[in-house]
């Protein structure tokens, strides 16, 4: 199994730009998340999925979007890149049997400029 | 909404002394899980605590929930070079589809000396 994929690894966008961070997993999780992480500030949740079809805000949803079409991937969207989302975004997935016990993947790494 | 403080923030610590974090919630809480991240790296799950009161043990790692369930701490004991890291916690609410939607503390950077 690979686990929790992520791509890009690093990424610069100009403000106003738009782009996807991919995500997947092999491991037939129910559960998949989005958090962003600044120093300081340790993860904090974007967007979450608890299964195919269902999306839900967490504590920093604005500017970005999610879709979760399948089981495996879970994109998620910057609508018009800000200085402000400068950050490392990490993807993480779980299942319900390990009460949602995270796997991360390993980053990407986000600069607005 | 729910919030989980953790202190504190840094803590350096020569090699071989002990190393304690703690975590408080705002709420109370259905479980809570820790994580380490190494520098550059991403976070790895360590341990849930899920019954009030539960202390749990990995090697020279300490882990306890509080009796209300809303704190808990993680204690090293004999810190090695090896611990480096930052340490979460992260609590979660039971209940409709905010199952399993984690709230993290902010971390504590642990640095040890040799």
């Known amino acids: 199994n690979a686990g929790v994929t992520q791509t890009p690894k690093f990424q610069v966008l100009k403000t106003g730009q738009s782009m996807t961070l991919q995500c997947a997993q092999d491991m037939n999780h129910e559960y998949m998340s989005w958090y962003r992480q600044d120093p300081g500030m340790g993860l904090r949740l974007i967007h979450y999925s608890v299964g195919a079809g269902i999306t839900d805000q967490g504590e920093v949803p604005n500017g970005y979007n999610v879709s979760r079409s399948t089981t495996e991937d879970f994109p998620l969207r910057l609508l018009s890149a800000a200085p402000s989302q400068t950050s490392v975004y990490f993807c993480a997935s779980g299942k319900r049997e390990g009460y949602y016990e995270q796997y991360f993947g390993p980053g990407t790494r986000l600069t607005v400029t | 909404g729910q919030q989980v403080m953790q202190i504190p923030q840094y803590q350096h610590v020569q090699e071989g002394e002990d190393f304690t974090t703690y975590c408080n919630s705002s709420t109370t809480l259905s479980n809570i899980q820790w994580y380490k991240q190494r520098p550059g790296g991403h976070p790895v799950f360590l341990i849930q605590l899920v019954k009030s009161g539960e202390v749990k043990k990995q090697k020279r790692l300490t882990f306890q929930f509080g009796e209300a369930k809303k704190n808990s701490s993680l204690h090293i004991t004999a810190t090695q070079t090896t611990d480096v890291g930052t340490y979460f916690c992260?609590?979660?609410?039971?209940?409709?589809?905010?199952?399993?939607?984690?709230?993290f503390g902010q971390g504590t950077i642990l640095t040890v000396h040799p």
């Open positions: 992260a609590g979660s609410n039971a209940g409709g589809t905010s199952y399993g939607k984690l709230t």
